[in-house]
């Protein structure tokens, strides 16, 4: 009999284990369903069809416009594609009782998204048992890509802790020792599935023309301004595929807390003194300690020394003993400091890192504090549409707003709030200059922020490593 398999995602690792695991259905097993996540930076699934939210069903019960994910890319035997559900309605699926799955239930689910809490995983598992099916997660053996060209991974134990500014300082190094470097960032598949199946970005004007979301010239920009492709996508075997091609080193920058997609030959792993114990708490972060070949802890100047010996107590508990513990330090920069001095500013923070990275502040909220603002103006009583949402569901921002852009609705009503909250400058503590996103009247001041290595150096650590790294 034919095993029927479910996946729990959030339009990311879900469709990389589907492809890698399950593409093409086999006589054995078969996919009947993916569901997405609430809340979990998803925005539209593909053709322009809505992922948030249920489609209205037919007469007969069944769905009409579900989102799928699209034939041409699950494979042969998924001739209509796999049909894309939310979440909440897991149990149906399993029971074989959902209208838009056609197949009759699953015998079990398999957990792929990122950065969320071991109790979370937990809860998902035992929503999968009582209603009757076996539950799964798939291990580095089955999802990790195998690449001819040399692979540094960069990871962390949770959003947030720094992963871009020190994947580009070691980007940096390695183009400075004369290799070709290729940057691959895990997926964010906004919009039609099929047309970014294998994305590459090399200008600023790659990134303009892709009409990205907010969300993902965060992720790209970076990178392309260093003079660093990034390939990006769905399909991970093409995308990675096509990073090797042009690289002597794949430079993995994983988003979220996730595992590198591709078999890191050097695994770099990131924890914040600033959430202690979470190196512990959350999937697959704690997975990604104990697989670490390095650790370093960063934002030390801005955590407590409670909370940096938590962390590095549990880095020396989990980690491998062979794996060293380096430090670097947060260093957050304005191009012109006296503007801020003074002025009601409103700060905008990096939007995953401060909702489900659970970070109350950032880099602009840094900035001003330090470069003597007057007043960081509270954009709750101004938002509006999906940004009051957001700040009503993550409590625990402080005087902080979220660059939360999946959609262009999102965009306008992001600029709305902005504009309603009537502040003197606006600090824009994210990786990409927001101006070229947002239409806003007030004056935008970027703050740079990168990571500094305290006793030691990213020429130094690729240097230490150039064997493996095939640079000898």
């Known amino acids: 009999m034919t095993e029927r398999v479910a996946i729990m995602g959030a339009a990311g690792r879900d469709f990389h284990d589907f492809n890698v695991r399950f593409r093409g259905a086999t006589p054995a097993e078969?996919?009947?369903a993916v569901t997405r996540a609430p809340g979990q930076n998803l925005g539209e699934a593909e053709g322009g069809e809505e992922a948030e939210g249920g489609s209205e069903e037919t007469e007969d019960g069944e769905a009409a416009d579900r989102p799928r994910?699209?034939?041409?890319?699950?494979?042969?035997?998924?001739?209509?594609g796999v049909p894309?559900?939310?979440?909440?309605?897991?149990?149906?699926v399993v029971t074989g009782t959902h209208p838009a799955v056609p197949d009759a239930g699953a015998d079990r689910v398999v957990f792929s998204y990122s950065d969320v809490s071991h109790e979370a995983v937990m809860h998902a598992a035992s929503r999968a048992l009582a209603a009757g099916a076996d539950f799964e997660l798939l291990g580095p053996e089955t999802m990790q890509v195998a690449l001819d060209t040399?692979?540094?991974?960069?990871?962390?134990?949770?959003?947030?802790?720094?992963?871009?500014?020190?994947?580009?300082?070691?980007?940096?190094?390695?183009?400075?020792?004369?290799?070709d470097v290729a940057v691959?960032?895990?997926?964010?598949?906004?919009?039609?599935?099929?047309?970014?199946?294998?994305?590459?970005?090399?200008?600023?004007?790659?990134?303009?023309?892709?009409?990205?979301?907010?969300?993902?010239?965060?992720?790209?920009a970076w990178h392309v301004e260093a003079g660093h492709p990034v390939h990006a996508g769905v399909d991970y075997e093409a995308v990675l595929a096509n990073a090797a091609a042009e690289a002597d080193v794949v430079v993995w920058d994983g988003g979220n807390n996730e595992l590198p997609f591709a078999e890191p030959d050097v695994h770099?792993?990131?924890?914040?003194?600033?959430?202690?114990?979470?190196?512990?708490?959350?999937?697959?972060?704690?997975?990604?300690?104990?697989?670490?070949?390095?650790?370093?802890?960063?934002?030390?100047?801005?955590?407590?020394?409670?909370?940096?010996?938590?962390?590095?107590?549990?880095v020396r508990e989990v980690a491998p003993a062979e794996a060293p513990v380096l430090r670097a330090e947060s260093v957050v920069s304005v191009p012109d400091p006296d503007r801020i001095e003074g002025a009601r500013v409103l700060a905008i923070e990096d939007g995953p890192t401060v909702t489900h990275g659970d970070a109350a502040r950032g880099a602009a909220t840094v900035a001003?504090?330090?470069?003597?603002?007057?007043?960081?103006?509270?954009?709750?009583?101004?938002?509006?549409?999906?940004?009051?949402?957001?700040?009503?569901?993550?409590?625990?921002?402080?005087?902080?707003?979220?660059?939360?852009?999946?959609?262009?609705?999102q965009v306008a009503e992001l600029e709305a709030t902005i504009e309603a909250c009537e502040a003197d400058l606006v600090l824009a503590g994210t990786p990409c200059d927001v101006s070229r996103v947002l239409d806003v009247d007030a004056p935008v001041v970027d703050v740079d922020y990168r990571f500094e290595p305290v006793g030691w150096s990213f020429e130094e650590f690729v240097a230490e490593r150039a064997e493996t790294l095939g640079l000898n």
């Open 84 to 92: 894309i559900v939310p979440e909440a309605e897991l149990e149906a």
């Open 368 to 409: 001003a504090r330090r470069y003597g603002a007057a007043e960081r103006v509270d954009p709750e009583p101004a938002a509006v549409g999906s940004v009051a949402e957001t700040l009503a569901e993550y409590d625990h921002l402080d005087r902080v707003l979220p660059a939360m852009g999946y959609t262009d609705a």
């Open 150 to 179: 040399p692979v540094l991974a960069v990871d962390a134990v949770r959003t947030g802790c720094g992963k871009s500014s020190v994947a580009r300082g070691l980007a940096d190094a390695l183009d400075a020792r004369g290799a």
């Open 69 to 80: 994910y699209p034939p041409e890319l699950a494979g042969p035997g998924y001739d209509e």
């Open 30 to 32: 078969r996919v009947v």
């Open 268 to 314: 770099l792993v990131l924890a914040d003194p600033t959430r202690p114990g979470h190196e512990r708490r959350y999937h697959p972060g704690e997975a990604n300690l104990r697989a670490a070949d390095a650790v370093c802890l960063t934002k030390l100047a801005a955590a407590e020394p409670e909370g940096i010996a938590t962390v590095e107590e549990n």
């Open 184 to 220: 691959v960032r895990e997926p964010m598949p906004y919009g039609d599935l099929i047309e970014k199946r294998a994305e590459r970005f090399a200008t600023p004007a790659d990134l303009d023309d892709a009409d990205l979301t907010l969300e993902e010239r965060e992720e790209y």
